[in-house]
């Protein structure tokens, strides 16, 4: 059982502070991922659950007990570095064992568990070759195998797919995911990869300079962000965003925009200076013209296999829909653009925070 807490906890390296006030419950089993832009403070994070780094000030608590002064190697957790960090003369079984044999595990022990390891990565045929002898994805299983033999409370893992081409990433993704259900543990996943925190995760916690912008579930951040930063950080094609003004037409409050051919009602009590947010997918095109649609023309369009991504000039500004294949409107060709009223986001122009979406207004 591990239950990861961490209690207003902040971290500053010569004044400046790269964790800011961090409040953050990792409940038992949960796949929680921490998504951010480089330098955001993720890795200092999860150094600081493992005890690879102390806090400034703040506490870690696992199962409520605080930790911050117990050194790494007393806590209940195994962490899997972003390079493999596996021992280059040491074969797969050895580099696998190598925690258990400094615990001191009888070595029939250390066999067994070291092979229950490597079946569960299927990598049972490769423990006797060297780290130089294995591809790059099966390096990194052994770097995971090495983890989970510890069976700790929680494995930390530190962008354990960047150094694999995309095609290994995939498959790793899935593999990772099925590994958590298997050994049942609490599992804390740093990413700066939105699609792996999407399809991965129970929770994702999204981080810039140091603060929590939004935890909540998969589904919870991309229908509902929190802000315009999580908006445009999580979605791939990112978000759409069209800067209109909101006036009172007819004692009702409207936005009103060149990218939208009607202007939408909002509730009262929206600041005057917001921006509408719309995903590509929430984007339609008609080759000819449809009530309630805007007439743009053909930027440019990206075939990505069962979509085409097409990017559509309306006056000065440009909008992505991502629609189904065919679509055979060449460059410069008229288009009519509709936006889902359903699904369309208001975020405050001046700070950004997300204001009652403009499907619920009525
Ligand atoms: N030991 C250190 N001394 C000084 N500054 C540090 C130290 N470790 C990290 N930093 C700084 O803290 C900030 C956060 O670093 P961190 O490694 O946590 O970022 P990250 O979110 O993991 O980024 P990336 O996605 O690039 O790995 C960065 O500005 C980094 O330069
Ligand atoms: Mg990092």
């Known amino acids: 059982m591990a239950e990861v807490r961490l209690e207003n906890v902040t971290k500053s390296f010569g004044g400046k502070t790269v964790v800011d006030d961090l409040n953050l419950t990792i409940r038992d089993q949960e796949f929680l991922t921490l998504v951010g832009p ?13 005890g690879l780094e102390r806090a400034t000030s703040g506490n870690v ?10 050194p790494a190697n007393k806590r209940d957790v195994a962490m899997v570095f972003q390079s493999y960090a596996l021992y280059p003369h040491k074969t797969v079984r050895q580099n696998i064992g190598f925690a258990l044999k400094m615990m001191r595990v009888p070595k029939a022990t250390i066999d067994e568990q070291v092979l229950e390891a490597a079946r569960t990565l299927d990598i049972e045929d490769l423990l006797d070759r060297k780290p130089r002898e294995l591809s790059g994805g099966q390096r990194q299983r052994v770097a995971l195998g090495r983890a989970i033999v510890r069976d700790a409370g929680a494995y930390l893992l530190d962008e354990p797919l960047s150094n694999l081409d995309a095609q290994l990433r995939v498959l790793m993704r899935a593999e990772i995911k099925r590994l958590h259900v298997d050994v049942a543990r609490t599992f804390i996943y740093v990413t700066h990869d939105q699609v792996e925190a999407m399809t991965m995760s129970d929770r994702i916690a999204v981080l810039r300079d140091g603060v929590i912008q939004q935890c909540a579930t998969p589904e919870e951040i991309y229908e509902r962000p929190a802000n315009r930063f999580v908006a445009s950080f999580m979605g791939s094609p990112p978000m759409n ?24 009602a909002v509730s009262d009590g929206q600041p005057a200076d917001v921006v509408l947010g719309v995903r590509p997918e929430d984007v339609a095109l008609s080759p000819t013209p449809v009530e309630g649609y805007r007439q743009g023309r053909v930027f440019v369009s990206e075939p990505l296999g069962p979509d085409v991504l097409v990017t559509v000039r309306i006056e000065d500004e440009l909008l992505k829909a991502r629609v189904p294949t065919p679509f055979r409107l060449g460059h410069d060709a008229p288009v009519y653009v509709g936006l889902n009223p359903e699904r369309l986001h208001l975020f405050s122009a001046a700070d950004g925070t997300a204001l009652q979406a403009p499907r619920d207004a009525a």
């Open 241 to 264: 965003f069209v800067t209109g003004a909101l006036a009172d037409v007819d004692g009702v409050r409207m936005f009103r925009s060149t990218a939208l051919s009607q202007p939408i």
């Open 38 to 50: 480089s330098g955001c403070g993720k890795s200092t994070t999860l150094r600081m659950i493992c």
């Open 61 to 70: 608590f696992f199962d409520g007990k605080p930790v911050s002064w117990l």
